[in-house]
């Protein structure tokens, strides 16, 4: 809605989604929760309909940001019912402004909850890879440090947006031990170094209980799978996507090719770069979630229990 007063805090916020600047499946699913509130306020029309026409084509803009986490598409389905709810715009726009600010504060709570959760089922001194950087799966290790556990990490760098690094410098700062890894050491440092854990977050979670990650999660649970080494998923909610339960197929995201190398440097070389992949859910030991643990055989059970009978918009 360029021309629409709160067009420009919606392009903006697209922008840094798409950009990744503002990254991680949560915290875009907060961010494009918040952006439909701030266009909702903004919003100068006199009619309902116009006010719900405008707020489904902010929602559909922001959630085509990133296609692959589930997260922006159910935060804004859960923002967007209250414009498509209530009777009149006055009502509708208190109803959008009330459902983000909730939804901000469930994301915070969500990885809260699974700190807590996951934190329990570590040991003492475990040694654990983890892949990409997820808050989820981070907020367990420092729970788990704060209890004294006293876990010791391997990072990997998580090419080729070296989302590692964010890891390292985030467990250093709250005093974890903390070694980074290049990707392809994933399965050599797991043998080697006694890995008893692989620990990651998710961008969406499919109803047969598979798992959609950054890229190379499915070689290092595959890796895992093949030390009997467990994998745990630390997953809120809004991680788990209700349009898998009517078949649909979670969209993998590529990315531009210059994420990976300057295409002067390799004339003629084509470069891909999808930037997600899908883990089976055989190579899942279990999702830990705020409402607790799931295992992959009951995600279906899981996710139309959470959403069954809701409506989307998007
Ligand atoms: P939290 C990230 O995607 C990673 O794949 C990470 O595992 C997932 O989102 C979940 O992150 P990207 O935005 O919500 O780096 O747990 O492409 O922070």
Known sequence: ????????????????????????????????????AGAAKAFRGKSLAEFRSRMREAATMLAAARPTAVSLRNGLNFVLA???????????????????????TDVT???????????????????????????????????????????????TETRPFRQGLITSRFLKENGIDVTLIVDSAALHVMETQRVTRVLLGADAVAADGSLY????????????KSLKIPVM???????FSPYTLEGEEVVIEERDAAEIV??????????HNPVFDRTPPEQVTVFVTDAGRVVPRDVAKFIRARFGGEKRWI
């Open 1 to 36: 809605m360029p021309s629409a007063p709160g067009g420009s805090l919606l392009q903006s916020v697209r922008r840094d989604i798409a950009s990744m600047k503002t990254r991680g499946a949560g915290e875009i699913g907060r961010q494009a929760a918040l952006a439909l």
């Open 262 to 271: 300057d295409a002067k440097e390799l004339p003629g070389v084509k470069v």
């Open 82 to 104: 209250g414009a498509m709810t209530q009777k009149t715009l006055d009502a509708a726009r208190r109803e959008v402004v009330l459902r983000a600010e909730r939804f901000a």
């Open 109 to 155: 709570l969500a990885k809260k909850r699974i700190a807590e959760l996951a934190a329990k089922e570590l040991s003492d001194a475990e040694r654990i890879l983890v892949h990409c950087h997820s808050t989820a799966a981070l907020g367990a290790l420092v729970e788990a440090q704060r209890q004294g556990k006293r876990p010791i990490v391997f990072a």
């Open 213 to 224: 990650n950054k890229i190379g999660t499915r070689q290092v649970t595959l890796a895992a």
């Open 233 to 239: 998923v630390c997953a809120e909610t809004f991680k």
